[in-house]
T-cell receptor
Framework: DAGVIQSPRHEVTEMGQEVTLRCKPI?????LFWYRQTMMRGLELLIY????????DSGMPEDRFSAKMPNASFSTLKIQPSEPRDSAVYFC?????????????FGPGTRLTVL | GENVEQHPSTLSVQEGDSAVIKCTYS??????FPWYKQELGKGPQLIID?????GEKKDQRIAVTLNKTAKHFSLHITETQPEDSAVYFC?????????????FGQGTTLQVKP
């Protein structure tokens, strides 16, 4: 398996623009997670899905952030409008379903810079 | 809320020495404790994990110990090598059921000097 795939790997945009990050989880995994990583706050869970349904979005910083999972093989994280404080590395991770399968597999991340 | 504390934040050792990273957690229902290694420009990768029914687990030069009573767990790396240099994260599961959710520590930057 190719692992978790994220695109783009790098994104540079200007304040106010819309940004869309994409993720393809590992086939057969039923959980999908979006994290944000910064020096100040470390790894923060933004939202996670189980079987394409959002379960917990309490980590989403504000209404400018939204996430969707239209099917089992694709998810997006959108920021509209983007702000300089959104600059961070955004990771997607996936996990199989079932007891004792909490292991999460991370993608390579998207480095977002908002000017 | 649930919390995971990780220490130290930075650790520098000589090649061949051992390195120990410690974490404490707050949720007494946590039952899964993974450790991740993150190299520069890459996503975190699982290196070892332990579940609450086990006190210690070893995989070659890496070992993890768990003390559920004290709610702390540790990562031990023996015979360190320069390629062990990276940021290491501990994590703990939330709740006793399989919610899939993990809380991560703040990370430890390990530097192994040749």
């Amino acid at each position: 398996d190719a692992g978790v795939i994220q695109s783009p790997r790098h994104e540079v945009t200007e304040m106010g623009q819309e940004v869309t990050l994409r993720c393809k989880p590992i086939s057969g995994h039923d959980y999908l997670f979006w994290y944000r990583q910064t020096m100040m706050r470390g790894l923060e869970l933004l939202i996670y899905f189980n079987n394409n349904v959002p379960i917990d979005d309490s980590g989403m910083p504000e209404d400018r952030f939204s996430a969707k999972m239209p099917n089992a093989s694709f998810s997006t994280l959108k920021i509209q409008p983007s702000e300089p404080r959104d600059s961070a590395v955004y990771f997607c991770a996936s996990s199989p379903m079932g007891f004792g399968t909490d292991t999460q597999y991370f993608g390579p991340g998207t480095r977002l810079t908002v000017l | 809320g649930e919390n995971v504390e990780q220490h130290p934040s930075t650790l520098s050792v000589q090649e061949g020495d051992s390195a120990v990273i410690k974490c404490t957690y707050s949720d007494s229902a946590s039952n899964y404790f993974p450790w991740y290694k993150q190299e520069l420009g890459k996503g975190p990768q699982l290196i070892i994990d332990i579940r609450s029914n086990v006190g210690e687990k070893k995989d070659q030069r890496i070992a993890v110990t768990l003390n559920k009573t004290a709610k702390h767990f540790s990562l031990h790396i023996t015979e360190t090598q320069p390629e062990d240099s990276a940021v290491y994260f501990c994590a703990a599961s939330i709740g006793s059921g399989n919610t899939g959710k993990l809380i991560f520590g703040q990370g430890t930057t390990l530097q192994v000097k040749p």
